[in-house]
């Protein structure tokens, strides 16, 4: 199925801000009931944000913005908003995630402030995808 590229940042866009909420659905219940480590967790989640979202996240957008925007074809699959290497990226994360979480080998705390912060990088991701769709409206 072909669509425009402005659908494309919108698939994307509701795909990172989904991803983004389920992780933080699972981090902030961590984060709000921990009253000893609450300080330490919230700026644990401030620094996995920032690393997350200024080293990795906000490339990624940028990187799949220009090939987005670059390709020649008007129209172009519904999957090609992601490439090949963003994918298993994804499907990785995702699965380590899980692995992680349900292993047992990690104190909640972990969850706590890596979650968090994972989640709300993912989330600003996904916000601005959304808002390369509301700038480029007319592709």
Do not use: C, Q
Not at 24 to 51: E, N, Q
Not at 83 to 99: A, Q
């Amino acid at each position: 199925m072909n669509t425009k590229k402005r659908n494309l940042f919108i698939i994307a866009g509701l795909l990172w801000l989904f991803a983004g909420i389920m992780v933080m659905k699972v981090g902030i219940p961590f984060l709000v009931s921990d009253d000893k480590m609450f300080i330490f967790g919230l700026l644990g989640a401030i620094a996995i944000f920032l690393i997350f979202y200024i080293i990795i996240f906000s490339k990624y957008v940028h990187k799949h913005k220009n090939r987005i925007l670059n390709d020649k074809r008007e129209l172009m699959k519904i999957w090609e908003f992601f490439d090949k290497t963003s994918y298993i990226l994804m499907i990785s994360m995702m699965t380590f995630g899980m692995v992680l979480r349900f292993s047992g080998l990690l104190p909640n705390f972990f969850f706590e402030f890596f979650y968090t912060g994972l989640g709300f990088a993912l989330s600003l991701s996904g916000i601005s995808f959304l808002f390369l769709a509301y700038k480029y409206i007319d592709i």
